[in-house]
């Protein structure tokens, strides 16, 4: 079942609406152009993951595109109204796994009025590729390292909804018998995956670091990465960020794509090439990751 939720003023914790039926006008910018932004975010057994996280990254990315969003008060009333809707009030209590969607757009054009929701579904399983891992290719992203700063339109770091170069990458990847990729420039330094962090860890004389790109680079903060880093680095790991070339990834005691919904992906291989894996190590961060999130 799916729930949708929409931001409106009229409605203090959020308007429910059938997402059976049409609910956005065809003249949504949102729509016709791609010009908003969103989030996604687990809940578990009813109760958001890092929230404050993902509002922070929401308001983040509106500012990036001058976008102007409902207030952070009103996205925590109309999650809590979705996820009340999805999870119900059953005798043993909410209980699963959600993805939930939080959206923006620049609403219909020329109205000058944002349009918002909340949508909350059930979370896929990602239980087989958290165990078994998964295969990746290197997909040049098309820019070079210093893009995001050199050309702030291009909007490298903001979550858009233009999202139809990342889905291309991906089915680009299934297509040719990967599972996934992650994005390097165009003068060789590794970015993201197309919607995960990249995070390796490496044991130089007995001293543990976890690694991810440099955000400079133009690449999405990520939620998921810096909580897992917070908690490592309680548990004694150095951390670093980067930079970090293509061999960096394959000199690594592990590699890892991080996300908000399948949290921790052991990467098993780069373009044909086996990488290093350790099933206690992927165990430890898998539930460092849990735990921190």
Known sequence: MTVLVFLDSAYPDGRPAD??????????????????????L???????RKPDAHLDRLASSAQLLDLQIPVRQAWERAIATALALHFGQGAAGPQGRAAVKLVATRGVEGSGTSTAWVQVSAAPDAARQQTNGIKVLLLDRGYDSMAASRAPWLLLGAKTLSYAVNMAALRYAKEHGADDAIFTSSDGKVLEGPTSTVVLA???????????????????????QDALFKAA????????????VPEDLFAADGLWLASSIRLLVPVRSIDGRELPFSESLNSELAKLADTAL
């Open 233 to 244: 680095e309680a548990a004694g790991w150095e951390l670093g960020y980067g930079p970090m």
């Open 19 to 40: 997402p059976a039926v049409p609910q956005l006008l065809v003249s949504d910018l949102g729509v016709t152009r791609g010009d908003g932004i969103f989030e996604s």
């Open 42 to 48: 687990l809940a578990v057994d009813g109760v958001p």
């Open 202 to 224: 490496r044991e130089r004389d007995g001293v543990r670091t976890l690694l991810t790109p440099e955000r400079k680079s133009g690449i999405l903060a990520g939620t998921t």
